[in-house]
């Protein structure tokens, strides 16, 4: 299959920012009384929005305030300043670029968070202009394919031609749902948990130019 357009999630995909994100989690369900492990933080709560976080967390005791998955935000952006771009992605969209493949950003995370995580690298976040989608602004979240479907259809792409790349689960089946080869980002460990909803696991993102064949 030759890949007309590449859909990117945007935390830990473009931007490094789930060890800070997981950090801030594990240490506020710990001050709620609810020690949580990192391990289990990913497992169970990275990928969604943060209204999902909070209805897991509730469903599994952990006493929330009422309203705070909407009064959290500030406090999160305050510790997504700065946070690096994941090594390999400019070469990876030069690439894009030199073979003539669009690209474009599907996330579960508002604008204005992305705003702040890929606000802090100026030229990056101008090769994305116009091409960042939000589950937030879309009113459809991951794991539903519309938030996939959408950007596919603004990009004038059709959704088998395009390619996702996620670092969730849900991201994953929403791929998968959408009928997109997706790439499942693990630089850490063996992507199961992401191969198992139908990705083939990718553990450098430098490597995904030589994936698609380019």
């Not at 968070?113 to 939000?134: D, N, Q, W």
Request: net charge negative; aromatic share 6%; with cysteine.
């Amino acid at each position: 299959m030759t890949v007309k357009c590449v859909i990117f999630d945007c935390d830990g995909v473009l931007v490094d920012s789930e060890p800070p994100l997981l950090d801030f989690l594990c240490d506020e369900f710990a001050a709620l009384g609810h020690p949580v492990s990192l391990a289990e933080l990913e497992a169970k709560y990275i990928g969604g929005t943060m209204k999902t976080v909070a209805e897991r967390a509730r469903a599994a005791g952990v006493p929330l305030p009422d309203n705070w998955e909407v009064d959290v935000y500030p406090r999160i952006y305050e510790i997504l300043e700065g946070v690096p771009l994941v090594a390999g992605i400019e070469a990876t969209l030069d690439a894009l670029d030199a073979a003539g493949i669009p690209y474009c950003v599907g996330s579960n995370g508002p604008m204005e968070k992305m705003a702040v995580t890929l606000g802090g690298h100026p030229a990056f976040h101008a090769r994305l202009e116009g091409r960042i989608h939000s589950a937030h602004t879309h009113g459809v979240a991951k794991p539903d394919p519309g938030l996939f479907l959408i950007a596919a259809e603004q990009m004038g792409v059709a959704p088998e031609d395009c390619a996702v790349v996620d670092d969730s689960p849900s991201g994953c089946i929403a791929a998968r749902l959408a009928g997109m080869r997706c790439f499942g980002f693990d630089p850490h460990g063996d992507g199961a948990r992401l191969v198992a909803e139908g990705a083939e696991h990718l553990d450098d993102m430098s490597h995904l130019p030589a994936r698609l064949g380019l």
